[in-house]
């Protein structure tokens, strides 16, 4: 198959069909009359040999190939929406543009407040739109950050694309305030005892894979879908939790926590913007990640995390 024969502003339909299930509605989306439409969904249905919407009852649903069109048509169309918008000057006090940068509540609050207020002051017509990490960033990174400005993630998760460094932090564990067991310190063997409260997507703490090699199994008593919520879930418990210093730092005034050190050498975090090649010569891109890594190093410069004492 060529490209080159291909009329790629049947992506926009295909994506506005499968999306509208509705030849109408689809066309309404895109600015089309209902028989331009209709042509460009006949057309569609020669190209894959497949009706792609059947007919059931008084509605269409999508056929078990259009099914598996709809996500890639998505991905396609984010991709291409991306390389045509590529600039090769860009002069951030008069554009106007979203960027969308994916990360944890962790990194949002901790460096995205900060970036979002540079920005701001520095770009007015900017937009910063922050979207969560999806489970699957491990297994379709190359995919994520092909529809995407950025990623926020530490090393040692991913590898072979583009980063710049932002800041660096470290792990801590919290535990409420009147404790019944813990004092100033913790002790491996009470990591092993005490139930923790864990952030479900565990390759976020590499630390927490260095326990099993020593010897060390957590007793997950609790499980969430963001680094904010484990304080609150660790207040007023015997619970305990790792988190990133500077995070608890932000999260100690709102719950009746406190941060103890590791018992042993955690592994540091080393926050990065990752992105896709393509957007390495882009210039909103260039603007983009200069401006993210000044704003890590002025973070480094004014507020490194100190260890407990």
Do not use: C
């Amino acid at each position: 198959m060529q490209l080159s024969r291909l009329d790629l502003n049947l992506v926009v339909a295909l994506r506005a069909l499968l999306e509208e299930r509705n030849v109408t509605r689809a066309g309404q989306r895109i600015g089309l009359s209902q028989p331009a439409m209709s042509a460009a969904l006949a057309r569609l249905r020669r190209h894959f040999d497949d009706d792609l919407l059947a007919r059931v009852g008084g509605h269409y649903e999508l056929t078990a190939l259009g099914q598996v069109l709809l996500d890639r048509t998505s991905t396609a169309y984010d991709v291409l929406e991306r390389l045509f918008a590529s600039q090769a000057d860009f002069d951030p006090a008069k554009e106007s543009r979203e960027f969308k940068l994916v990360a944890s509540d962790y990194a949002v609050a901790v460096f995205g407040t900060e970036l979002a207020r540079v920005v701001h002051e520095e770009a007015p017509g900017i937009r910063l739109r922050f979207a969560q990490t999806p489970p699957t960033v491990v297994d379709a990174t190359d995919t994520l950050l092909s529809t995407t400005d950025g990623l926020l993630m530490p090393h040692g998760v991913i590898s072979d694309f583009p980063a710049t460094d932002l800041y660096r932090d470290r792990w801590v564990f919290l535990v409420a305030d009147d404790h019944p067991s813990v004092d100033e310190n913790l002790t491996l063997h009470d990591l092993a005892r005490l139930p923790w409260v864990t952030y479900q997507r565990t390759y976020d703490a590499p630390a927490v894979r260095q326990l099993g090699m020593l010897g060390i199994e957590p007793r997950v008593e609790v499980s969430v879908d963001s680094f904010q919520l484990l304080p609150l879930l660790v207040a007023g418990t015997g619970r305990i939790a790792l988190i990133q210093a500077r995070l608890a730092r932000l999260m100690e005034p709102l719950a009746a926590v406190r941060a103890v050190e590791p018992p042993y050498e955690a592994v540091p975090l080393q926050e990065a913007m990752w992105w896709h090649p393509v957007h390495t010569h882009d210039a909103a891109h260039i603007w983009l990640r200069e401006t993210a890594a000044r704003v890590g190093r002025h973070m480094a410069a004014v507020n490194e995390p100190r260890a407990a004492t």
